[in-house]
Every structure is written in structure tokens, then in C-alpha cells.
């Protein structure tokens, strides 16, 4: 290889740095690969060709390759390594988790390699933080953040570790910390956003995100939590947000006791009370079976309103959208049905009200699984259950007479009570 060649090969690749600073993804992918055509032993090239991968879409596989072409070539550079461990993160599905203990075995490498390095810490305490392992990605994020002030992921990383643990108080400070050092720190206000949220103040969160997204358009946090302050102007999905920052302080294996105590408690009560007094132990079992619904329910109910609205309806993706039309349709067309049947006086009006808003159970669960396999389950018994209970109601209501309705009926009652027992406890849920 002549000195020309590697001059060229540098020229590129500082060409890459520059257009990958103005996040020109593409344009620096392609310097990147002329550097490594002309210098296939360019550790760097291979570095930053990943990175820019781990930004665009689906090429989560290829940042994957051009991370581990990086560090066999040089297995000691601890950017090489750090970057592999985000790669193979990123190509790590919602509920593969030996893919992602895989991830953070090369942070751990990294941080092995050189303990003084923030982005390595850094890289450990993201992975930590998709483990649910909120307290193992605190400590490697303040360790980051001791290294460098300035590291934006450590104080993502952070953020998201203390707002998850419940540590409101260190939250703030930190926000506040941020804001007065840089009050154009979009990630501050994302997490200003949060917390906000979490404390019931939707109109402060969504001031937050907007200011993030005006200073980061592409920030998908920041859109994430606009479309959650949309969702809290609903009452219902407040208190939802609530009991879920009360939840998050506890491990996942907490949280499942806690149900399942809670399960318990109210079949013990219910059953007391039903001597002593059938009305407390109705009162009882209903309370219960609003708080079971309204655990489902509360984001498919907002997600509706959002997409009613002309403006707040931009912010949502695909999926959120359908998300409110399906899931919003299923929960408004039971209360029709419950009128319906009152007004006219058909006896099966009830029935077929607790099998649509069952059906919505089960499409609520789909539309919010990330699951790399239980998504495609729960998808299939969202669109099975959601079939059988409009064409139940169609069969009720109307002078159609429509073979196996009252089958088609039950199967979607069936599956709706089944994933509002596999969903609380995570079964093939992600």
C-alpha cells in the first residue's frame, strides 16, 4: 500500500466524520467505504460505518459486521469494542435476552479494557437499562458522567435510571443541572418532559418536548413523549402514568408478586364480604374488574382523542394510530352496544359489550408488544378476538343472520381473558 493511498483513504474518512457530524448518513456511509477500498485495514472507517448504521433503518445486521471487522482488527480498541456491544444491542429483539446479555458482555470487555473510558461506561449502562437492571445503569452512568460532564448518552442513561427508580429528587437535580449548563439541551428537556408526566403536569411536559423537538426534529424520545402528554390530557391515562412510575420501583419479579398479592387479596375480600354483605362483595369485584380494565385500556382510550384531534394526531406513527382506531373503536363500540341493548331491550346487549371490550383487551396488548415472537401471537388473537366480537355485535343488533356468531363470540371472549392474565406478568410480552 503506497503513503498516497493511506493519505486518500484519511481524507475520506475525515470527509465522513464531517458529513456524519451534520448527521448526512448516507453520504458519510459512502466515504466511509471509499476509505475502506482504498485502506481495507481501517479501523476507524469500519467504527463509524457502524455507527451511521445504528442510525438509519434496518441496518442494525450490517452495523453488526462492520463492528466486528473492527475489533478483529484491533481486538484492544475499546471504541471498536464499545461499538459492537451497541450494535449487536440494536439487533437484539424486544425479549431476546441472551442477545442482549451477549451485547453487554463486550461493554463489559470495554470497560475491562480501559476503565477510564465514558463512552464504554456509558454503552454498559444503555444495555443495563434495556435489562430493566436500573440500578446497575445508574452506576454506569454516573461513572461516565465522572469521566466527562458532557456525555450525552451517560445523562440519558441516567435520566431514564432515575425517573424508572422512583429517585424524583436526584431526577430534577440532575434536569436542573443540565438546563442551567446548556438551557439548548434537547435531551434535558426530553427528560424534564418525562418527569413531568410522571408528576400528573402534562401541560409542562408537552412545553419540554416541543422545545426538544424544535432543537432535535429527529429526537424519538422527545416525539415518544409528546405523544404521551397528548395522551395524559385524559384523566384516565394520568393515573395510569402514575401507577406505572409508582410500579417501575420495583424489580419485574416485585411487580409480578404485587399483582398476583393483589389478585389474592381481592378473591379473599370478595369472598368474606359475599356472606356478610353481597352488596361490598360486588362492590368489590367491581372495583377490581374496572382497575384490571383500566390497567389495559387507559393508553388504547387517550390514543382515540389523539387521533380525533388534527393536530396532535401528526405526531403519531403508523401503528400508534391504528392503535387508537382499533383499540378506541373496540372500548366505544361496547358502550353503543351497552346502550343499545338497554334502550332496545335486547337481553344480549350486555354480553356482546364485555365481549368487544375484551376484544379491545387483547388488540391493546397486540398494538404494544415488542416481543420478537409474542408480537406475531398476540397480533393473530388481537385480530381473531376483534373479528369475532364486531361480528357477534353485527349478528345481535342487526337482522342479519350470521352462522357460528355466538362461537366466534365466545373465542374472543376466551382470548381476551387470557392475555389480560399473560400480559401483567410479561408472558411472550415485551
Known amino acids: 500500500m503506497h503513503d498516497s493511498d493511506y493519505s486518500s483513504a484519511g481524507s475520506h474518512f475525515a470527509r465522513g466524520r464531517l458529513l456524519q457530524s451534520q448527521h448526512r448518513y448516507a453520504d458519510a456511509i459512502r466515504s466511509y467505504k471509499q476509505a475502506l477500498e482504498l485502506d481495507p485495514g481501517h479501523t476507524p472507517s469500519y467504527v463509524m460505518l457502524a455507527l451511521c448504521w445504528l442510525n438509519e433503518e434496518d441496518t442494525a445486521a450490517q452495523a453488526v459486521d462492520a463492528a466486528q471487522r473492527a475489533v478483529g482488527l484491533e481486538p484492544e480498541d475499546v471504541l471498536a469494542r464499545s461499538v459492537l456491544a451497541l450494535a449487536l444491542n440494536a439487533r437484539a429483539k424486544d425479549g431476546q435476552t441472551s442477545a442482549i446479555r451477549e451485547s453487554l458482555k463486550h461493554a463489559e470487555e470495554a470497560v475491562g479494557i480501559d476503565p477510564d473510558n465514558d463512552f464504554a461506561h456509558a454503552v454498559a449502562g444503555r444495555i443495563h437499562l434495556r435489562l430493566r437492571e436500573y440500578a446497575e445503569a445508574e452506576v454506569c452512568a454516573r461513572k461516565a458522567l465522572e469521566l466527562d460532564t458532557e456525555n450525552t448518552m451517560a445523562a440519558e442513561v441516567l435520566s431514564a435510571a432515575l425517573l424508572m427508580q422512583k429517585k424524583d429528587g436526584d431526577h ?40 426538544a423537538l424544535r432543537l432535535s426534529p429527529m429526537s424519538e424520545s422527545a416525539r415518544m413523549g409528546l405523544v404521551e402528554s397528548f395522551r395524559a390530557r385524559s384523566s384516565v391515562y394520568r393515573l395510569q402514568l402514575r401507577f406505572a412510575h409508582f410500579m417501575n420501583q420495583f424489580t419485574e419479579g416485585r411487580q409480578n408478586a404485587i399483582m398476583f398479592g393483589g389478585f389474592i387479596a ?43 384531534d388534527r393536530f396532535a394526531r401528526q405526531a403519531l406513527r403508523p401503528r400508534e394510530y391504528w392503535e387508537g382506531v382499533v383499540v378506541g373503536g373496540l372500548i366505544f363500540a361496547s358502550l353503543v352496544s351497552l346502550i343499545l341493548g338497554f334502550v332496545w331491550k335486547i337481553e344480549a346487549g350486555s354480553y356482546v359489550a364485555l365481549v368487544l371490550l375484551l376484544a379491545a383487551v387483547a388488540n391493546a396488548a397486540a398494538f404494544t408488544n415488542d416481543h420478537h415472537f409474542g408480537r406475531h401471537l398476540y397480533n393473530i388473537a388481537g385480530a381473531i378476538a376483534g373479528f369475532g366480537a364486531v361480528y ?35 408472558v411472550l410480552y415485551a
Open 172 to 211: 430534577k437535580s440532575l434536569i436542573e443541572y443540565q438546563l442551567q449548563r446548556d438551557p439548548d439541551d434537547d435531551s434535558a428537556h426530553t427528560s424534564a418532559g418525562w418527569q413531568a408526566l410522571m408528576e400528573g403536569d402534562h401541560k409542562r411536559a408537552n412545553q419540554h418536548f416541543l422545545e
Open 266 to 308: 381481592y378473591k379473599v375480600v370478595s369472598t368474606l364480604l359475599k356472606d356478610v354483605s353481597p352488596v361490598l362483595s360486588g362492590l368489590v369485584i367491581g372495583m377490581w374488574l374496572v382497575f384490571a380494565l383500566w390497567s389495559h385500556l387507559a393508553r388504547g382510550f387517550s390514543s382515540f382523542f389523539i387521533v380525533m
Open 392 to 426: 357477534l355485535a353485527v349478528a345481535v343488533f342487526s337482522p342479519l343472520h350470521l352462522p357460528s356468531a355466538q362461537l366466534l363470540g365466545i373465542l374472543a371472549l376466551l382470548i381476551g381473558v387470557i392475555v389480560s392474565w399473560l400480559r401483567p406478568f410479561r
